[in-house]
């Protein structure tokens, strides 16, 4: 019942991107200027609300303050909409990249080990340099992405990096991460293989995470 409950989260959350997605294009594609910046801003205004939510009445000058900017804001914003969407998707890919490449500094737990770790326990060497290099491999592929994200961005139509943004930059993800699993099945065909989706659970359960929460 509880897996059937995660499957349905995981469902409705990917449901909600493709919804995004589609529409952020349209906005793109029509150049709807007042939708397209409201789309935009949507992900940011909903993190910070649960920011500032989680931060109780100490939230509440932020949150003023972030409508002020906005509303005082809004006109420029409606006339870079576009620049909205490109600064969200390279932005994030930025943010990614930088996540993997820094966790692989002399010290520190590359990020793809650290995720193995949580799901299988202590690493043999093997899967320790597996993880390593996969961990550089995301560094690389999300770097790339934003740096595609941006030379369409200047040197395209609109249209056509919202093309690449919205439904070009998902699947390339998805085919990341079925053609890492089918190299690892190759590579390291002794140890357990386990799905994303029990990889979110560990991630989930792992107690720096269940603090958080």
Same mark, same amino acid.
């Given at each position: ?5 995660? #499957?349905? $989260? ?15 294009? %349209?906005?793109?594609?029509?150049? @709807? ?15 910070? /609300? ?6 109780? !009445? ?5 949150? #003023?303050?972030? @409508? ?23 932005? +994030? $890919?930025? /943010?990614?990249? %930088? ?20 799901? =299988? ?13 996969? +961990?550089?491999? !995301?560094?690389?592929? @999300? ?5 595609? @994200? +941006? ?17 070009? +930059?998902?699947? /390339? ?8 699993? /089918? ?9 357990? =293989? ?20």
């Amino acid at each position: 019942m509880a897996r059937a409950a995660r #499957l349905f $989260q995981v469902g409705a959350v990917a449901a909600l991107a493709v919804a995004y997605a589609c529409l952020a294009h %349209y906005t793109n594609a029509s150049s @709807s200027r007042a939708a397209g910046a409201a789309l935009a801003l949507a992900p940011l205004g909903v993190a910070a /609300l649960a920011a500032c939510a989680r931060a109780g !009445w100490r939230g509440m000058p932020v949150a #003023l303050a972030l @409508s002020g900017g906005i509303a005082y804001l809004w006109p420029w914003l409606m006339s870079h909409y576009g620049m909205l969407y490109w600064i969200e998707h390279a932005g +994030t $890919q930025c /943010l990614i990249g %930088y996540a993997f490449a820094r966790s692989l500094a002399p010290g520190r737990e590359p990020l793809c080990s650290r995720f193995a770790r949580m799901v =299988h326990g202590a690493l043999e060497p093997a899967v320790a340099a597996y993880t390593r290099g996969l +961990t550089r491999v !995301w560094a690389l592929f @999300s770097f790339a992405m934003a740096s595609m @994200s +941006t030379a369409l961005y200047v040197a395209a139509p609109l249209k056509v990096w919202s093309v690449f943004a919205n439904f070009i +930059t998902g699947p /390339l993800i998805l085919l990341m991460f079925v053609g890492e699993y /089918l190299l690892r099945r190759r590579l390291l065909p002794h140890i357990e =293989h386990a799905s994303i989706l029990a990889g979110i659970e560990a991630y989930r359960a792992s107690p720096g995470v269940a603090r958080e929460h």
